[in-house]
């Protein structure tokens, strides 16, 4: 018989946290045991024996959750920002003393979207040219996303150690930016349009040919798969693991 | 039995020339009757009975050639550039005493690309969000692309007649300029590949949809339908036309 | 001062009648005066003085609905599938009673989709070869999708008038049948895939050039702009209309 | 100072041979020290000092060919088909006495394909859905493609080790076939489109979230950095190599 893991969501009445009790309650392999909200007592991950937190709350209150469970030698998944490299200090020296117990820390639950850029950065060595087209809905503020941000770092990267020069250019006039912004060397294009939520394209060039990855997230859901396949993993990566790219044994 | 038409190429040594001489020879509705290259005499085009001419070679020569026909009677179907307004006054006086002959000048004779600018201008009236991506070879000096200006154009003017408002951006940080240029109020994004020809991409969104209107442009042979789809309509077209789109009778 | 319409809306607890309610009250053109569910009198619309009804309810009640409404001189927006010759037959009797009502039917309000298949109709002409790709999540029972056959239908119209012959094909094997369905002379493929809802991909092609028509539903609220479009311009549209590409005023 | 490799190519009359005499001539790492064509002795490759051969001829001369280079303790870099398994069998036993030289044989040197149906496979595992659609210029015969076919096997072989079902499909009524062909539980879609020439996508879904991978080869360029990566490591790789995969050091 497989495992079933028992597991508590903190933040349950957010958005992203309905979505994880609503994942967590149609998995086989768990049980939901707790769906903690705004006010209520962290002892009650301990009374009904949960095995792994998932934190889905706000950067006021992440931080104490997270050091809670590890005290109490549950596992920790989470999926809220805020985590500046004190707070990570911290929780690593708390973890030597909790040898057993895994905590995941992701930006990113979309496990396309991770997938996209790791594979990126591996293709962009053997192409001459790389640029990178984020898209997402027009009520956001920052312009490029973080994940393109992200990807372009990588992709820089990737082409540093191989050696590879920058994209050829021959553009001499350009008055109005179309260009875009330019990242680690890597051209970035922002495209804001009513109906998108959260996409992003890396396109790849070299003599007569060309190679696409494109990832598109819809919605919240989209986070999910990745969310249970960290529940599921956390406990046999002890310590401190930031970034879901570590579980997903793409090497 | 239909007709075949009689067809000099001037230029025809030049790259789309040699192009525009395979295509005349393979189409079933026309006979080549002249290829003229640098030097040859345009009393051949009489010599050879031409009823059409394309012209297909450098600014400098192109209006002496086009007036050459005109006065004898022949049609032209022009693809080269240099045509400014005083050019054009001057032959439109020319063609009124030949009423019956009739001139094609277009900068653009690849019909998909037509036709996308065509449909994104009409489409952009229905929907909230609008921008446009081309994308090129890396060689390219301008950006971004006198197409994707065009197109940016023709979509302010639809949406200005429609009365309908810029597209919705809540941006408040773009350091690099990811959000591209702004043309009309419509933002433009170019891309430049290694592998790439000509490439145009219209996103219009709207609440929970997206239409994308996408041309490629792979070879020169993509401007051949175009030119040949002119010999054939340019005899029932007297005067001046300029551009294709004339003679696609899209609405 | 611009006109503010009353409406209401028949069927309003249902998924798509719920998008409906919500759009007409953001809608500053609009007054919601009625929102019926099953078993509410239909004379709460005589009651409210509802000048348009929008019915979003099921074949088995439509009509009665549709004809309610055109007795009391209202006119109506019809969502709701059932609608066979019969029906309609009956519902143009009607009408001609009632000469300055209209009622708009149409299967299809996302205008996307719609402004999709009317541009491949037209540039099918054009082109050598085209083939639809329609893609759907992967609950769905029938395959190609409506909306798929419906735009080969309208491709293949288009080019039997133009006289354009059949797309070249070579194959010679093809022992699985990866070429997809043949629709009235048009090759279509249906692909089935979780996290999409209904997306429609028209490919036209033609020597050295692609053109690509794209739509993408993402979800419900993709309907609600053809149905706003709807109640605005059915008073100017006396009699009946079957399908919204009337309204658009494409040509 | 960097190796100056001295490369002969062996059918440098074809299509492919011509394209890969220029791409030789064009590297800076590279000398090209004989073009051989049909009837050229192959004691040329001796008398010029030829340390890698490329073999692009045909399957009747390709097994001579490489079995004379790897007697003469030349590397190969092969992109000629014909080689069955007998073949390869029989240049294995002649390898054992020739320690030192490599041979690769690629059915495929465009890098981008390579690295497409190896980031599908990688990621199938995590998507509940995938598919793949081929399109290709409209004179192929077969249908679908060898690479579609290999890019489903990969992923079929990726989904079984990590115990991942069949994609889920509700499909009941399909009466024309649009669902395509299924290769090893994958669907398979084939397009054949003119002004094409040999592209790939896989379509990878999931709740919320879509993966797509593209390949586009434009034209045989798309071969010769694949071919020339090929001739920098053919020695550091002794022995038959089958598949350019294995240089690219993707894990």
Do not use: C
């Amino acid at each position: 018989m497989s495992k079933i893991w028992k597991v508590a969501v903190i933040g349950a009445a957010g958005r992203m946290g309905s979505e994880a009790v609503a994942a967590v309650n149609q998995a086989d392999d768990m049980e939901l045991v707790a769906a903690l909200g705004n006010g209520d007592s962290l002892e009650l991950l301990v009374e009904y024996s949960a095995e792994v937190m998932i934190d889905l709350t706000v950067p006021a209150v992440t931080e104490q959750n997270v050091r809670f469970a590890v005290e109490h030698d549950i596992h920790a998944v989470v999926g809220t920002t805020g985590w500046d490299q004190e707070r990570l200090s911290n929780l690593e020296t708390l973890l030597k003393e909790h040898p057993s117990v895994g905590v995941l820390i992701a930006p990113n639950f979309a496990i396309g979207s991770i997938l996209a850029t790791e594979f990126a950065a591996k293709a962009a060595r053997f192409f001459e040219s790389v640029e990178v087209i984020e898209m997402h809905h027009p009520n956001k503020v920052d312009a490029p996303s973080g994940t393109a941000v992200h990807t372009a770092q990588k992709i820089a990267e990737s082409r540093a150690v191989a050696g590879v020069g920058p994209s050829p250019d021959a553009t001499e006039t350009d008055p109005d930016g179309s260009r875009g912004a330019v990242v680690d060397g890597v051209n970035v294009h922002a495209v804001r349009l009513r109906g998108l939520t959260a996409h992003q394209e890396i396109l790849l060039g070299d003599a007569g040919q060309q190679l696409v990855i494109r990832h598109d997230s819809f919605d919240r859901t989209s986070f999910m798969p990745g969310v249970l396949l960290g529940v599921r993993q956390v406990a046999e990566n002890p310590g401190l693991s930031v970034g879901l790219d570590r579980y997903l044994n793409l090497d």
